[in-house]
């Protein structure tokens, strides 16, 4: 049973990044046929996803997100992580990590999220 | 960019039965993928490839989709299913995902 943890700060200050890391268990990032991916979610809206990430390093970005984003990983250590530069309030979110089918598209297992606060 | 349009609520009665649509140009083209989300939860992958329900999942879900809408249809629903519903895709134009607004179930 595949499993994913996000981790990182839940409070950033304005105009720094946010940093986050996903953690995948019972499963291999390097075994292929997948993209590991970051969603997110606004209080109280709906999911939005920011981009993912093949195991070879291949990415892929929201347009709208993808001047301030960076996903990145570390097949080493089974992780791949999400960086959002020069957050402001409109970035405090949930933010999901997750796993996508190349061949379906869907994301079929989820981290339980982690909420992050851009507040000073 | 591509749009998938759901309606912002839809309601009703135990034991009847939820349809939830998901509109999009030529949805019908593509595959499309539904998730439940109740409140302070990951979402869960109820269908996916329009039609098709992972292993778990109550036979009661159920996808369609054709021309220009996509269809969740929940039924003989409970209470337990009351929760936020989100269809998904593919763009394979562009690579990126795309979401629907989502549409919160109220079961009555």
């Known amino acids: 049973q595949v499993q994913l943890q996000e981790s990182g700060p839940g409070l950033v200050k304005p105009s720094q990044t946010l940093s986050l890391t996903c953690t995948v268990s019972g499963g291999s990032i390097s075994s292929g046929g997948y993209f590991w991916s970051w969603i997110r979610q606004h209080p109280g809206k709906g999911l939005e996803w920011i981009g993912y990430i093949y195991y070879s390093g291949s990415t892929y970005y929201s347009p709208s997100l993808k001047s301030r984003v960076t996903i990145s990983v570390d097949t080493s250590k089974n992780q791949f992580s999400l960086k959002l530069r020069s957050v402001t309030a409109a970035d405090t979110a949930v933010y999901y990590c997750a796993r996508t089918g190349t061949v379906t598209g869907n994301f079929d297992y989820w981290g339980q999220g982690t909420l992050v606060t851009v507040s000073s | 960019s591509y749009v998938l349009t759901q309606p912002p609520s839809v309601s009703v009665a135990p034991g009847q039965t939820a349809r939830i649509t998901c509109g999009g140009n030529n949805i019908g083209s593509k595959s499309v993928h539904w998730y439940q989300q109740k409140p302070g939860q990951a979402p869960v992958l109820v269908v996916y490839?329009?039609?098709d329900r992972p292993s778990g999942i109550p036979e009661r879900f159920s996808g369609s989709n054709s021309g220009n809408t996509a269809t969740l249809t929940i039924s003989r629903v409970e209470a337990g299913d009351e929760a936020d519903y989100y269809c998904?895709?593919?763009?394979?134009?562009?690579?990126?995902?795309?979401f629907g607004g989502g549409t919160k179930l109220t079961v009555l």
């Open positions: 490839d329009d039609s």
């Open positions: 998904q895709l593919w763009d394979s134009n562009s690579d990126h995902v795309i």
